[in-house]
Each structure stands twice: as C-alpha cells, then as structure tokens.
C-alpha cells in the first residue's frame, strides 16, 4: 500500500483531485505562470526539486519542461491559508515560462478607460515556439 | 440591454463563470492572495480601481476591504495566455491581505524532505483578526 504523506493532508485538492500552483521568479517575484497539480504531481515535484504539473488538456503528468528543456527548479514551496493554492518560487530555464516564447504568460495588460478597454501586449517573444518545440 | 465591454471575450471564465484572481503587492512582488471573480467584480474592479472578487462561500460581491478596511487599489490588471488567469499589481491598504492578520495567504511553507516535511509557518500575525473583523 503507498500512504500519501501527510502533508498532503493539508491540502483541499478540488473536485477533480487538482490544486492550481503558480510559478513565481524566486529572484526577481515575477509571475510566470499558473498550472494545476494533482497529489502525484506535487509529491513529484517537492521530491525531485522540478515543477511537475497535471496537463489538464492532456490528461497526464506534465515535467515542465520535458519538451521544451524550460524546466523550473523549485527553491520554495507554498500554501495559502485555505489550502487551496500553491505557490512555487522557482528558477526558470532559458528564461521563459510562456509556451508563446515569452518569459511570463501574464503578457498582456488591460489598458483604457473601462467602457474602451483593451489588452496591450507588453512583453517581448524571446524565442519562436517553433524553435522551441521542435 | 447591458452589453458587456469587449474586453471581456478574452477572458475564459470557468463552468461556473469564474476565473483565479491573483493578487500581488505592485512594489514588493510578493503575492498577497488568490480569489475568484465572476464578470461582474471583475468590470466593477476595473472600473472602480479597487479589487472587488466574488465570495464562494457568500454567493456575492466580495469589495476587498468591505469589513476589514484593508482594501486594494489596483495598479495594473493582466491576463495569461490561456485567458484563464488574472493577476492584479495592488497597493494593499493596512500591508493585511489575509483574514489571519498576515500580510499574504501564503504564509506556509514546505520544509523537510519529501517522506517527512511539514508546514512551517514563516510570517507574523501582524494584527489580531479580532480586531480586524469586529
């Protein structure tokens, strides 16, 4: 029998047995990301030291990083005081979290008036996704 | 007829018509909290400039600060690439954004090594939450 270990029991994973978990710069508190864990997941993740994900879309473990070499090395792992958010200080590789090449997915910025709104990109494309996922 | 801002079709919201919203101090870089917005708190959040979720657990307008004073002023709103997530840039009013009396939510920390860590709570309680919510 595997028994979970019981700081998992801290957590209120959801519905769907997932938790989401941003990933933040641990040097520079950039957000680069959020994605979503399942208890598999984060035990790999705090054991290894690398962020591991649950891909939602497909429907398996994600290793940061495994197609892209962008891994994240975790410094520090956190809970809310719900137990219903993690938060991961991490060190990206290769600068880049954003599947769009750029170094954060928050690229876009809501900028106007309310009633005239609009998303500005702010946030450069580093490197083609094309030469990323090859 | 309302007819709602055009900004708004960028932004998935869940089954449930609600998206994560994260908030992160706007000087420090430290990520204060996480909360849920429906469409509604987020055009009154943008609108207004202050931070206005929506409470699960109360089925209402969450104004951050209602109670407690410690309302956001937001600096900046961004979405990811998914158009899944926002992230708010805040001043938080009165450096309290937990209902614990903490600076931030995320408070916990995992220490140890993965068969046998635990959470170890590494910020102060800045003000009795008795005081707070009164």
């Not at 938790?19 to 290894?48: H, K």
């Not at 197609?67 to 290769?94: A, I, M, N």
């Not at 900028?111 to 946030?123: E, H, L, P, S």
Request: net charge negative.
């Amino acid at each position: 029998m595997t028994q979970d270990p019981i700081w998992l029991d801290a957590i209120t994973f959801d519905g769907n047995g997932l938790i989401p978990a941003i990933a933040q710069d641990a040097d520079t508190g950039t957000i680069l990301m959020v994605a979503w864990m399942n208890a598999e997941s984060l035990a790999e993740t705090f054991a290894t030291g690398r962020a591991v994900y649950w891909s939602r879309s497909r429907l398996r473990l994600w290793r940061k990083g495994e197609e892209s070499g962008h891994v994240q090395t975790v410094h520090e792992l956190r809970l809310d005081c719900d137990g219903d958010v993690l938060l991961l200080k991490v060190k990206q590789e290769g600068g880049i979290a954003c599947h769009t090449g750029r170094e954060s997915c928050f690229f876009r910025r809501l900028d106007g008036d309310a009633g005239n709104a609009v998303w500005t990109i702010t946030d450069p494309v580093l490197k083609d996704p094309e030469l990323i996922y090859k």
